[in-house]
């Protein structure tokens, strides 16, 4: 990895460096060697860089390097061999760069750093942990299946809310499109009617004629209100407080705090079954969780360095369930740490699909009642002054 450094030298002043280093720590250390006094340390990005409207394809790179490790191929050659049948021109630079890295001498996980974007720390951590013990292939594997349940819960979480989500946007453009296009239009037939009507249906009328007056300024309002609101939800400081506020319902936020643990142990034990230390492996996971899991995480590390076990530790900072802690302590005795917290994982994301599962059945009826209702009503109330009319003359 390249960081820009900029320090003091005896002799020739302020400088900035260019060094290798495989941390921020050890580049400070370089030039604390050479006498130097540190002044700031920044990461150099190289040409390795992704289009802002392309995704590296991390899992099909992985699914083809590893079989064509498999076959029999060395790493090199493989490398050589996505670069040939690669099409798309930023991932081709990707590849290309990284087989140059490859023909310095480098390791793969250390041209892997040099490429943030496209290699995530969990990858770079599994491939070293692999370059100590010769079977990449199996490292590879570890991470396809990892990532590959990762994708599949997450996929199960955004198909249960399309249809509910689908639903609440019709009803809300029906309502709109009733609201502003046929209430305006019945409310200048009944202009002329008696105020001997429900007091709703008067109300839909005074509506009516509101939106046939101010309709640009109607129009004005609502394109700043969604202005503002599409700004804020692209803001992070929004979401996260949307976060906050769920987190603080107790049923959404406990099945939250669930699915967090879920990617945790998931995560810890793809890197405990590769031979990352636990310590080591606790600090590259609470990257991924929420921040306000962050200080446990740090919290259950110091734990487990002072000397309690991993099931007291992850006990005493809330990182863990009932069934949870009881699988660790079972791990502790059989030595099977990372296998078993890998069953951790899958255990909650069952426990996830089958509320995820529930909550949607139950929410798609209430929605659809919901909003049959309030088109209902509307409609209702446009035709009560017919009826009212109709029952005058008769």
């Not at 990892?146 to 453009?173: E, N």
């Not at 949307?242 to 939250?256: K, N, S």
């Not at 791990?331 to 899958?346: A, K, S, Y």
């Amino acid at each position: 990895m390249r960081y820009e450094v900029k320090a003091v030298l005896s002799g020739q002043g302020t400088v900035k460096l260019k060094l290798e280093a495989n941390s921020e720590e050890e580049a400070r250390l370089q030039v604390t060697e050479q006498g130097g006094m540190v002044l700031s340390v920044r990461r150099s990005v190289t040409g390795w860089s992704l289009k802002s409207n392309t995704r590296f394809p991390l899992v099909h790179f992985s699914q083809e390097l590893l079989s064509l490790l498999t076959a029999g191929l060395s790493l090199v050659e493989s490398i050589e061999t996505l670069v040939d049948k690669e099409q798309d021109v930023s991932i081709r630079k990707i590849i290309q760069d990284l087989l140059a890295r490859l023909y310095e001498g480098v390791t793969f996980s250390r041209a892997l750093q040099d490429c943030p974007r496209a290699f995530p720390a969990l990858y770079i951590a599994t491939v070293r942990a692999s370059e100590r013990t010769g079977d990449l292939a199996e490292a590879l594997t570890r991470f396809i299946t990892y990532q590959t349940q990762m994708d599949l819960v997450r996929k199960k979480l955004v198909g249960a809310s399309i249809y509910p989500v689908l639903l609440l946007v019709i009803g809300l453009l029906v309502s709109v499109f009733l609201l502003v296009f046929v209430v305006p239009k019945f409310s200048a037939i009944y202009e002329d009617i008696g105020t001997d009507l429900p007091w709703l249906s008067v109300l839909l009328i005074k509506w009516g004629h509101f939106v046939h007056e101010r309709g640009w300024e109607l129009t004005a309002i609502v394109i700043i209100v969604f202005s503002a609101l599409t700004y804020s939800v692209t803001r992070p400081a929004f979401r996260a407080y949307i976060l906050q506020q769920l987190w603080r319902i107790p049923a959404v936020g406990e099945h939250m705090r669930v699915y967090q643990l879920a990617r945790f142990y998931k995560t810890l034990g793809m890197l405990l079954r590769g031979g990352i230390p636990i310590t080591q492996a606790l600090d590259m996971v609470s990257g991924l969780l929420q921040p306000h899991f962050r200080p446990r995480v740090e919290a259950a590390a110091r734990h487990i360095r002072e000397g309690r076990t991993i099931s007291s530790a992850m006990e005493m900072e809330g990182l863990t369930t009932a069934v949870g802690n009881r699988m660790l302590r079972v791990g502790e005795r059989t030595g099977l740490m990372g296998d078993m917290m890998e069953r951790i994982g899958n255990f909650h994301d069952e426990e996830i699909a089958r509320w995820v599962e529930w909550t949607t059945k139950l929410i798609e009826p209430i929605l659809m009642a919901v909003i049959g209702t309030v088109i209902g009503g509307i409609i209702i109330l446009m035709y009560m002054p017919i009826f009212d009319l109709a029952g005058s003359i008769n």
